[in-house]
């Protein structure tokens, strides 16, 4: 258990916050446009997440792991990835947003916890070896 969190860098978990800021920004901001344009709340979610999750990948590569090289695996495994945390996120909005009834509480939830699995996933298992 010390090796996983040893492999845990700050400066990485730093900077994934910072990416991750803006993603959430992303995210947030198209979330909202879409509701104002009247679209479903699952959609407008999935959709604004989707984007978030783009704008994150850039970011994270780059930036957060490093990972310099065009690595075709990287894609699909963050894709895989998203699909999962995706799937996971709306799931928690929707929850809850049932429970409550708080749009930005329930956001605020589902980010949170996609946040968490989207950092871990990426350190350990897109930008893995790449990163190294």
Do not use: H, P
Not at 3 to 21: A, N, P, Q, Y
Not at 38 to 62: E, P, T, Y
Not at 96 to 111: M, W
């Amino acid at each position: 258990m010390s090796k996983f969190f040893g492999e845990i860098k700050v400066k990485e978990l730093l900077r994934f916050l910072v990416g991750g800021g803006s993603a959430v920004l992303v995210d947030y901001t198209g979330y909202r446009f879409l509701l104002f344009l009247n679209v479903d709340l699952f959609i407008a979610k999935a959709v604004s997440f989707i984007c978030g999750a783009i704008v994150g990948f850039i970011i994270n590569k780059l930036w957060t792991f490093e990972s310099k090289k065009f690595v075709k695996e990287e894609i699909l495994k963050y894709i895989i990835l998203y699909s999962i945390t995706a799937l996971i996120n709306t799931g928690v909005n929707k929850v809850v947003l049932e429970l409550l009834g708080l749009q930005l509480f329930a956001f605020l939830c589902a980010t949170g916890v996609s946040t968490l699995l989207n950092f871990l996933g990426q350190k350990f298992f897109v930008f893995y070896r790449s990163a190294k």
